[in-house]
Structures are given as structure tokens and as C-alpha cells.
């Protein structure tokens, strides 16, 4: 009778690391893609990457640097607080005429670094009498 130790096979070890590693890839771009709406001086605080709902500060203009490639202008979240924002690409579609702006980044020495702006335009069924609306 043969009573050495018995051996656990080599490919149930090779399936759980495959599966520990399915796992934590899994786990890390669920929680690199959930990005928490916030606002600018919970942003500055957290360090990492937020989403901020704001309006343009008019008032203080944009601007956009061919060589750099960078969109700039301050933004101003739903506490009043305002900030520079600086994205790399060119000024969103309809920018001027946006009611709010979604930024996406994170706060850099005072800058939020946005990787993408949206805009939010004024409906063009809003101001209009019911009747002029389309029927559905």
C-alpha cells in the first residue's frame, strides 16, 4: 500500500490563479470606471479622478492653444466655487451656448486637468407654447 502524500493537481492551482486573476481585473475596471459626481472643493480634497457639474464663468473668457492642443476656461460648480479648467483637445461642440458643463479629471496644483468636457444645451422646445411642441 503506497502511503506517500498525496499530490493536489497541477491544473486545479493553474484555475485558481486564473480565476484570482479574472477577479482583480474585474474588480479594477469596475472601480475605475465608476467616477463620483462631485464638486470643486470636494475634488481638490479627494485628489483623484471626479466628475463636476458647473456653468462657464463667462466673464472670464476661454481660450484655446493650437500648439498645446489645450481648451481653457473657468467653471463655476453649484456651491459658487469657481476653478480653471484645462483640457487637452479642442472646445466641445456648442460650447458657448451651453446651459451647464460636465468636467472629467482631477485637481493639479490648483488647475482641473479635465480628459473630457460635456455640454448641456438649452432644449429648443424650451420657451415654447405646448401647441408648438412635435406630437409623439
Do not use: H
Amino acid at each position: 500500500m503506497d502511503q506517500s502524500p498525496r499530490r493536489f493537481p497541477i491544473k486545479y492551482i493553474i484555475a485558481g490563479v486564473v480565476i484570482a486573476a479574472l477577479a482583480y481585473v474585474g474588480y479594477t475596471a469596475l472601480d475605475n470606471s465608476s467616477v463620483e459626481y462631485t464638486n470643486v472643493e470636494r475634488a481638490e480634497q479627494l485628489g483623484k479622478t471626479v466628475q463636476i457639474v458647473g456653468t462657464w464663468v463667462k466673464e472670464q473668457g476661454s481660450s484655446y492653444d493650437a500648439p498645446s492642443n489645450t481648451f481653457r476656461f473657468t467653471m463655476k460648480d453649484d456651491k459658487g466655487k469657481v476653478i480653471p479648467v484645462e483640457l487637452i483637445g479642442a472646445k466641445p461642440n456648442n460650447f458657448e451656448i451651453a446651459i451647464s458643463v460636465v468636467a472629467k479629471g482631477r485637481v493639479e496644483n490648483g488647475v482641473f486637468k479635465a480628459s473630457s468636457v460635456l455640454t448641456k444645451c438649452p432644449s429648443k422646445y424650451e420657451g415654447q407654447p405646448a401647441e408648438a411642441m412635435p406630437k409623439s
